[in-house]
């Protein structure tokens, strides 16, 4: 059964105020249901929509536990996490959609936004799993609105007093199953969706579609259809591959005395901007869109954020052949650390990182690798910030504990694309050894790093309590290239890409490079871990 998501759109009246200075970013209180205007709903559908919007179909009531997606049994300790960055509360209200499309009406410096909301109508006939809700709830706090069968739209999403969504506990191992399989249906329809993130709560997964995006409704019904948790599909305006696509689009262009990198923003459908200090936001949201204006993309969103300079981390000690991952690479340059192996063009390499610049390196003397191929500086900006390295073994654990331990857990497999906001993630370097508590708050990040614009990077805060805040626990100096990966839920780990950066300006941050840019690269499609 095909599920058209664009089928039943209604207007959600609600009324913002958006200033000269922020063009069209939009804040407010939550309004009122209007009238349907879009798509060819009748007016007479909207009481029938009013009552289903709040309700949960096809879950089943269940008690949340407190399954920890940490590391394996003992093996993961502490974590990094990343501060609320300073952008707006309105950062994650914006609905970029053609004025005259959507009846929205300027009024001198004003404009009358009317947030549209999507509803699945032959889902919540059927009583599946998968609901649609408005496409964010008020940012800077939310009510929560819980039916019987547990997490509603209006709950699934908190966000703090700076715009950062927070989360409170952990996932469940079931929970934690449930948002892969989503994240990864996702990283093959970013043609019409932008990510996915864990509710705050920890009580369902939050999916962010644009309304042609029927296909992958249908399949993420398939795995969600009596599951214990929810997936809700919020409505965004623009893909993932658009977003990523006008940002590249924004970095080509003579703007690099103000933008110093761009993210997808998964919750809105923008295109986040990082400003360089001392610009003026307003200003440089100005200059973006003038220039997008000139492209396919000026229908995109734009979201300013006051960027910062990163520094890379380079600086477990006395490994053999074949060489763990998480271990010391030393060189001319410095130190650094093994990340992972990577089967390409059919040959094993050790997957590290780029702008640990030399192109020998040793562990105790002993000869770790000499560098294959790399994709920095010069094209750090598409594929990201690694290189390989070849000329010894590698095998397939990485080192856990602390610098000095000898343990290590099993590798049995990667992702290679993002991973949902709010996912648990850990680090192995030399310098640290192994640290976790990070918390995934957007993928695909492009930044630039010690002069470097650098893509394809996971972007994590870390927090030693595990709750909402951030600290400065995280990944030092010497663990670039590092493993960063989480629990397989089978005493092993998954990796999710190697230690990039940390930021400190304008909010603490930490990076690590996707192994998606790997694939990507030249002769890279076939690229597995193993």
């Not at 502490?78 to 609905?95: D, G, H, I, V």
Request: net charge negative; with cysteine.
């Amino acid at each position: 059964m095909g599920l058209p998501i664009d089928r039943a759109l209604v207007a959600f009246g609600e009324e913002r105020r958006c200033t000269a200075r922020t063009g069209r970013l939009c804040t407010g209180p939550r309004g009122t249901w209007s009238d349907v205007t879009r798509l060819g709903v009748d007016h007479d559908a909207t009481a029938a929509v009013e009552e289903t919007i709040p309700t949960i179909i096809g879950t089943t009531p269940s008690s949340m536990n407190d399954g920890s997606t940490q590391a394996p049994s003992g093996s993961m300790s502490r974590t990094p996490s990343r501060s609320a960055a300073s952008r707006a509360a309105e950062r994650a209200q914006l609905f970029r959609r053609d004025l005259a499309a959507d009846n929205m009406q300027p009024i001198g410096e004003e404009v009358t936004v009317r947030r549209i909301v999507m509803i699945l109508g032959a889902m919540i006939a059927a009583g599946l799993a998968i609901v649609s809700a408005p496409a964010m709830a008020q940012h800077a706090s939310t009510v929560d609105v819980h039916t019987e069968e547990g997490t509603s739209p209006d709950s699934c999403l908190r966000f703090d007093e700076n715009g950062e969504q927070v989360w409170d506990g952990q996932a469940s191992a079931e929970l934690d199953l449930l948002a892969n399989e989503v994240q990864a249906l996702v990283d093959e329809h970013t043609d019409v969706a932008t990510g996915v993130a864990f509710c705050s709560g920890f009580d369902g997964v939050a999916v962010f579609m644009t309304p042609t995006a029927g296909a992958l409704a249908e399949r993420i019904d398939g795995i969600a259809a009596g599951k214990p948790y929810p997936v809700i599909a919020y409505e965004v305006p623009a893909s993932l591959d658009t977003l990523i696509s006008a940002g590249q689009s924004v970095m080509e262009r003579d703007l690099s005395d103000a933008v110093m990198g761009f993210a997808p923003d998964i919750y809105s459908g923008a295109l986040l901007i990082e400003v360089r200090p001392g610009s003026d936001q307003g200003e440089v949201a100005a200059r973006v869109q003038r220039e997008l204006d000139r492209t396919e993309y000026s229908a995109v969103q734009i979201v300013t954020d006051p960027g910062g300079e990163g520094e890379t981390l380079v600086t477990r000690k006395a490994d053999t052949a074949p060489y763990w991952m998480g271990g010391e690479l030393v060189s001319a340059s410095g130190y650094c650390s093994s990340g992972v192996r990577i089967t390409f063009a059919g040959v094993h390499r050790l997957l590290t990182a780029g702008h640990c610049t030399a192109t020998s390196f040793t562990n105790a003397g002993n000869l770790v690798g000499n560098q294959y191929t790399t994709a920095y500086p010069g094209n750090a900006d598409i594929y990201g910030d690694w290189k390989l390295l070849y000329g010894s073994t590698y095998g397939m654990r990485v080192f856990n504990g602390d610098v000095y331990g000898t343990t290590s857990l099993a590798i049995s497999g990667a992702v290679w694309g993002g991973r949902p906001n709010g996912s648990a993630v850990c680090t192995s370097g030399r310098t640290t050894g192994q640290i976790c508590r990070y918390y995934v708050t957007n993928s695909y990040s492009t930044r630039t790093v010690d002069g470097i614009v650098t893509g394809q990077m996971l972007e994590m805060r870390h927090d030693s309590t595990g709750g909402s805040g951030a600290d400065w626990n995280g990944a030092q100096p010497g663990d670039s290239g590092g493993t960063c990966y989480y629990s397989d839920g089978a005493g092993g780990v998954t990796v999710a890409g190697i230690v990039t950066a940390r930021f400190s300006t304008p909010s603490l941050r930490y990076y690590c490079t996707q192994l998606s840019g790997v694939r990507a690269w030249p002769g890279g499609t076939g690229a597995t871990v193993g």
